[in-house]
């Protein structure tokens, strides 16, 4: 299972963090991912980060968000900085298990103001 935190209204610029808890440890998962989705559009890779820590990032973000990963607190968060309206999204946490189905989060919802 995992809960995604943070989130909300932010201005243009903004640097908001959001976090993903799992309720187990993440290193059983392959990889944690974020994705976003914008009204009308699909669901997009945002971030990843595998369990040795590589990292991917979707175009539009890149130099933008950092993930990483807290494997104390079963934690990936999320850190977007110069946020844009174009950011705004529904955005989702995402694990992948070894062997098992991939298990989605809640999904958090960022707005940004112009």
């Known amino acids: 299972q995992l809960q995604a935190f943070g989130g909300g209204l932010v201005q243009s610029g903004g640097s908001p963090r959001l976090s993903c808890a799992a309720s187990?440890?993440?290193?059983?998962?392959?990889?944690m991912a974020w994705y976003r989705q914008a009204p009308g559009k699909q669901r997009d890779l945002v971030a990843l980060?595998?369990?040795?820590?590589?990292?991917i990032y979707g175009d539009s973000v890149k130099g933008r968000f950092t993930i990483s990963a807290d494997n104390a607190k079963n934690t990936v968060s999320l850190q977007m900085n110069s946020l844009k309206p174009e950011d705004t999204a529904v955005y989702y946490c995402?694990?992948?298990?070894?062997?098992?189905?991939?298990?989605w989060g809640q999904g958090t919802q960022v707005t940004v103001s112009s």
């Open positions: 995402k694990a992948e298990p070894r062997g098992e189905p991939n298990v």
């Open positions: 187990r440890s993440i290193f059983s998962f392959n990889a």
């Open positions: 980060i595998t369990n040795d820590g590589s990292t």
